[in-house]
């Protein structure tokens, strides 16, 4: 049979030609920081998670877990005791009304006054003074010029609140007592000059002169046993006691002044390191570190270290 028009017999159909085998145009492929690649579809759950995951990549998981870290922060601070602040870093009033240093020094040696449980308080002036005050002190503010020749001695003077009494003239009196040659700087053997509260507050300074209400004379000589009648020293503080300052002691006769002299100068010598000292006989002079409020014991009374 003739072959059909436009068919090729089977055998004679040309074999396909092979695929060629040379390599297209290179297309360089730029390497994809591990960091940014997404986790693989097949590996996360369906859903709206996995369209979060793909889109976001590994912010997907640190943004939940900043959101708890977030939380457990803010719980802490919620639930944390609150800490006491003073009422001035809170906008109050302030906490404390005194002026003096907010730390006190602490004594270097054992507190020392005149005391005598049989002598009750006795009144030989006629001046009047407030029995109890604010139990705060403040600082007479200013300064002296340096008194005197030798080792300097910087003090401060203190008044306690609340007792009306004149500042700036108890402190020019003390200022006149330690400046005065007879008193402890005699000779050259030392110098003082008083400053005022800015070198209180820094503590630029080597002892205090307090005036103090009876009725809290224990709270400045704690342990003392002045029974509010002696004045004392304690630490670094001569504590004067203001009935005394304002009324003397019987011995004395009314002679306030030189009381007022003889005990600044006996507080401050135990501030300076002296002890007491007994009266060396019937009709001598006193030392100033006899305990001369409690009685001159025969003596003729004296103010001065060096009269």
């Known amino acids: 049979m003739p072959p059909v028009v436009g068919e090729r017999p089977a ?25 940014s690649r997404r986790p693989p579809a097949a590996r996360l759950p369906r859903g709206r998670f996995r369209r979060f995951v793909l889109r976001h990549g590994w912010r997907a998981y640190a943004i939940p877990l900043l959101s708890v870290a977030t939380v457990l922060v803010l719980l802490d601070i919620a639930f944390s005791p609150a800490t006491d602040l003073p009422a001035s870093a809170a906008g109050g009033a302030p906490v404390s009304t005194t002026a003096v240093p907010t730390v006190e020094s602490p004594p270097t040696a ?37 008194m005197g020749t030798g080792p300097l001695k910087r003090f401060i003077v ?11 003239g108890f402190a020019a009196a003390v200022e006149r007592t330690l400046g005065d040659p007879r008193s402890w700087g005699n000779g050259g053997r030392m110098s003082f000059q008083r400053v ?42 001569a504590v004067i ?21 003889y005990v600044i100068n006996h507080e401050v010598g135990h501030v300076l390191g002296h002890g007491h000292e007994q009266c060396p006989g019937a009709g001598q002079v006193a030392p100033v570190m006899q305990q001369q409020t409690l009685g001159l014991q025969g003596c003729v009374k004296n103010a001065w270290p060096f009269p």
Do not use: H
Not at 126 to 144: A, C, F, H, I, Q
């Open 11 to 35: 055998d004679a159909r040309r074999p396909a030609a092979p695929r060629s085998a040379r390599p297209g145009p290179l297309v360089a492929r730029t390497a994809v920081p591990v960091t």
């Open 110 to 146: 054992p507190a020392e006054g005149d005391l005598d449980a049989s002598l009750a308080p006795q009144v030989a002036g006629k001046e009047s003074y407030v029995e109890k005050g604010d139990g705060t002190l403040s600082v007479v503010d200013g300064s002296s010029s340096v």
């Open 158 to 168: 203190e008044v306690e609140d609340g007792t009306g009494i004149d500042g700036p």
């Open 196 to 237: 005022g509260a800015r070198d209180a507050a820094a503590g630029r300074f080597d002892f205090k002169v307090t005036l103090v209400s009876p009725g809290r004379m224990e709270t400045y000589c704690p342990g003392v046993g002045t029974g509010g009648y002696t004045s004392c020293r304690y630490g670094d503080r």
């Open 241 to 261: 006691n203001l009935a005394r300052w304002a009324t003397a002691v019987p011995d004395y006769r009314g002679d306030i002044t030189t009381y007022r002299l």
